[in-house]
């Protein structure tokens, strides 16, 4: 099978990794265009790009998907198979181009927690588990014949970035696995149901703020549901919005919410519906992530 590959960031690069080195024929690989980032806006190659560079695949970094000169590069690979690996939405004339088609690699056990951001959502809820879906592209987003699943467990230390680290190894495993059964023509096709189950939006900046008259393990969650990456957040004191990464429970009958409490400059902790939620790793403004003992150190 000739193989065009699809994707952009961390989590896309152990799926290619793994397909590569079982020896299958990726023609091109296919990312995002290059942008400036840092204060320097030095250019930055995407994760895929810098791994497909380094065993020496072609890449492609089109600007616009449906652009006419970018399609006739595409159908140039004459590729029999495209994998999708956290890239873009793609319009029809791409993801119906190669004849056995196009499927995808999702972080989720579809059809729950269809959308952008699957692992964070299904952390924010309190799940105990998630998985991985393969599954043909379709008109509507997330929503074709599933291929394959494998689900993992969420434990309760776990927070969005180890779960994506479980998720992006076992991504890798489940892509080989999908290829081996369109490769011998084992596919059994499971369709999806069509009402949205738990839906995974995309994260906004209001997304992330912290209401302390909630209840203190849905709090909690959203924290670890946003940790490392993007971070919740509250305004700490007027003019001051203080990131917070790590939290643990305090059990107890509260009466007032948002009250912050601290023990000798050793403990940080508000009160919420229910309960006390421990500020354990935090972030200042223009200061770097610290524990709150740390950081209460140099407060007046």
């Known amino acids: 099978m000739r193989i065009i590959y699809m994707g952009t960031p961390d989590f896309a690069v152990e799926p290619l990794k793994r397909i590569v080195e079982a020896g299958y024929d990726v023609v091109a690989?296919?990312?995002?265009?290059?942008?400036?980032?840092?204060?320097?806006?030095?250019?930055?190659?995407?994760?895929?790009?810098?791994y497909a560079l380094s065993v020496g695949l072609p890449v492609l970094q089109p600007e616009k998907l449906k652009d006419e000169s970018w399609l006739a590069e595409l159908r140039s690979y004459q590729a029999d198979l495209q994998i999708v690996v956290a890239f873009r939405m793609l319009p029809e004339v791409v993801w119906n181009m190669?004849?056995?088609?196009?499927?995808?690699?999702?972080?989720?056990?579809?059809?729950?927690?269809?959308?952008a951001a699957p692992?964070?959502?299904?952390?924010?809820?309190?799940?105990?588990?998630?998985?991985?879906?393969?599954?043909?592209?379709?008109?509507?987003?997330?929503?074709?014949?599933?291929?394959?699943?494998?689900?993992v467990e969420i434990t309760d230390d776990d927070n969005v970035g180890t779960v994506h680290d479980k998720l992006m190894t076992l991504g890798g495993e489940l892509v080989l696995k999908t290829?081996?059964?369109?490769?011998?023509g084992t596919v059994v096709l499971q369709k999806q149901p069509d009402a949205v189950i738990k839906p995974a939006p995309k994260i906004f900046k209001e997304t992330c703020e912290?209401?302390?008259?909630?209840?203190?393990?849905?709090?909690?969650n959203l924290v670890r549901g946003l940790s490392p990456y993007p971070g919740a957040w509250f305004n700490f004191r007027e003019g001051m919005v203080m990131k917070v990464f790590r939290t643990h429970i305090e059990r107890c009958n509260t009466t007032e919410f948002g009250k912050v409490v601290t023990d000798n400059k050793?403990?940080?902790?508000?009160?919420?519906?229910?309960?006390?939620?421990?500020l354990d790793e935090i972030q200042l403004p223009g200061k770097r992530r610290m524990s709150a003992e740390e950081a209460m150190r140099g407060w007046h």
């Open 29 to 50: 690989v296919v990312t995002m265009p290059d942008k400036p980032a840092g204060r320097g806006h030095h250019i930055q190659y995407s994760p895929v790009k810098e």
């Open 98 to 115: 190669p004849p056995l088609g196009t499927f995808n690699l999702h972080a989720s056990l579809l059809p729950e927690y269809r959308g």
């Open 119 to 151: 692992i964070n959502w299904a952390v924010i809820n309190g799940e105990h588990r998630t998985g991985i879906t393969t599954f043909f592209l379709k008109h509507d987003i997330d929503t074709g014949d599933i291929i394959m699943q494998e689900p």
């Open 179 to 184: 290829l081996k059964q369109i490769e011998e």
């Open 210 to 220: 912290l209401h302390f008259d909630d209840d203190v393990q849905k709090v909690h």
């Open 266 to 278: 050793k403990e940080l902790k508000i009160s919420c519906r229910n309960g006390y939620l421990h």
